[in-house]
DNA sequence: AATGCGGGGTG
DNA sequence: CACCCAGCATT
């Protein structure tokens, strides 16, 4: 960060007033007091501020310091949090009550260290008691901090890696107003609610958009950087080894679009997570399997094994079902088609008129599949050592 | 570094 | 419905 010191001063001022003619009327924001601060700091985690202000008000009634809150009732005080979520923040506010009270004479410690080894207070919170309620020129970097902050400066860094906070602390700790960093921090959160907001930043209204340099690329929307954080849906399926008397399996080709288009596939049935939860633990082939239509009768169904292959979106189980074909059986070959085959493990097979047989490695194969021949792969060279 | 923990709002 | 949000403790 190359700003001048003038520059740096202007920022600040041009904050703060922005801040003075705009803040949002919090009732926490009527004190300094620590007790109030950390408690509404502590329910602000995770939770909207319209959603706070009743909590806090109703808290403040029952538990006017923090004596009253280290001699809480347990199931009082987490009745009193009902419907916040996150319900250890309760638990360990009663904790860091008690470690006030007994470790500290019941006067809240006034410096970061301390103010953080209480329980439930990380980083964010303890910056931001220290800032408010003690004048310590610590930056309190939240999500809304780091949206600005990386627009500001068009920092690329990921917001969602734990390793990106100190980059936004080295920009910040250069940044806060020394004669008062409790309203920087404040500022910089309400604006960041306010007008600097994730998917409609007001540019247009914004006090530092002089020194933005993501709005003067207009690039706003480019920041900050987060790598989606995708919850994987869990998929269940069976997948079907259907073997030959040549050794062959039995594969299918999937569908010209979508996931794994065109690629080779054993047979897979989807199933309801219980039921392969049952099968995986017992090794019970459910009854509710489908069976796909195969090419040959099918008197007896295994299982073998189970494994687990994630997508960036899709996180499949899938358990590997034997099935085990009447006697000896010869490839129908009028019953496969351009989608459906047999195919071998090694191309060193030739078949009657000498041509090598369709092998695994001449084929697409979806990633699964991979996976499930090379357990088969071991699952048949064990069999054979006992033989 | 990744995960679990609630609930409400938004587009 | 998917995504977002004033985080922290635990592993």
Same mark, same amino acid.
């Given at each position: 960060m190359d700003w001048s010191k003038n520059q740096i001063k202007e920022f600040q001022q041009d904050l703060l007033s922005w801040y003075d003619d705009n803040k949002k009327p919090l009732p926490w924001r009527k004190t300094t007091e620590p007790y109030k601060i950390w408690i509404s700091e502590i329910m602000s985690q995770q939770t909207q501020v319209e959603t706070v202000m009743p909590y806090y008000e109703r808290?403040?009634?029952?538990?006017?310091? *923090?004596?009253?809150?280290?001699?809480?009732?347990?199931?009082?005080?987490?009745?009193?949090?009902?419907?916040?979520?996150?319900?250890?923040?309760?638990?360990?506010? &009663?904790?860091?009550?008690?470690?006030?009270?007994? &470790?500290?004479?019941?006067? $809240?410690?006034?410096?970061?260290?301390?103010?953080?080894?209480?329980?439930?207070?990380?980083?964010?919170?303890?910056?931001? *008691?220290?800032?408010?309620?003690?004048?310590?020129?610590?930056?309190? *970097?939240?999500?809304?901090?780091?949206?600005?902050?990386?627009?500001?400066?068009?920092?690329?860094?990921?917001?969602?890696?734990?390793?990106?906070?100190? *980059? $936004?602390?080295?920009?910040?700790?250069?940044?806060?107003?020394?004669?008062?960093?409790?309203?920087?921090?404040?500022?910089?959160?309400?604006?960041?609610?306010?007008?600097?907001s994730p998917k409609s930043p007001k540019?247009?209204?914004?006090?530092?958009?002089?020194?933005?340099?993501?709005?003067?690329?207009?690039?706003?929307?480019?920041?900050?950087?987060k790598t989606k954080k995708i919850k994987q849906k869990d998929l269940y399926f069976t997948a079907f080894a259907l073997e030959n008397s040549l050794g062959e399996y039995y594969l299918e080709k999937r569908p010209s679009k979508g996931l794994l288009a065109d690629m080779w596939t054993f047979p897979l049935t989807e199933l309801p997570a219980a039921d392969f939860e049952k099968m995986i633990t017992d090794g019970s082939v459910s009854k509710n399997i489908v069976i796909p239509e195969l090419p040959e009768s099918i008197s007896k169904m295994e299982y073998i094994a189970n494994f687990t292959h994630i997508f960036s979106h899709q996180k499949w189980n899938l358990a590997i079902i034997k099935l085990k074909p009447e006697e000896t059986f010869e490839v129908a070959d009028e019953l496969l088609s351009e989608d459906k085959m047999w195919v071998h493990f090694d191309s060193k097979v030739l078949t009657e008129n000498g041509q090598p047989k369709v092998s695994r490695s001449q084929i697409p194969l979806a990633g699964p599949q991979v996976k499930m021949f090379e357990i088969l792969d071991k699952k048949n060279k064990k069999i054979d050592l006992l033989k």
């Open positions: 808290f403040m009634k029952k538990y006017p310091t *923090i004596e009253t809150l280290a001699q809480a009732d347990d199931a009082e005080l987490l009745k009193l949090w009902e419907g916040l979520g996150y319900y250890s923040r309760a638990r360990n506010l &009663k904790i860091a009550a008690q470690e006030v009270v007994d &470790k500290y004479n019941g006067k $809240f410690p006034d410096n970061l260290a301390d103010i953080l080894s209480l329980k439930g207070i990380g980083p964010y919170t303890a910056a931001a *008691i220290a800032s408010i309620s003690f004048g310590l020129a610590e930056p309190a *970097i939240d999500g809304n901090l780091m949206r600005v902050t990386s627009r500001l400066f068009e920092l690329d860094c990921d917001i969602s890696k734990s390793s990106s906070r100190k *980059i $936004f602390d080295g920009y910040l700790r250069k940044l806060i107003s020394k004669k008062r960093p409790g309203d920087f921090n404040q500022a910089l959160m309400d604006l960041g609610s306010l007008v600097c540019c247009e209204a914004c006090p530092l958009l002089n020194y933005c340099a993501a709005a003067a690329s207009g690039k706003q929307l480019n920041y900050p950087v």
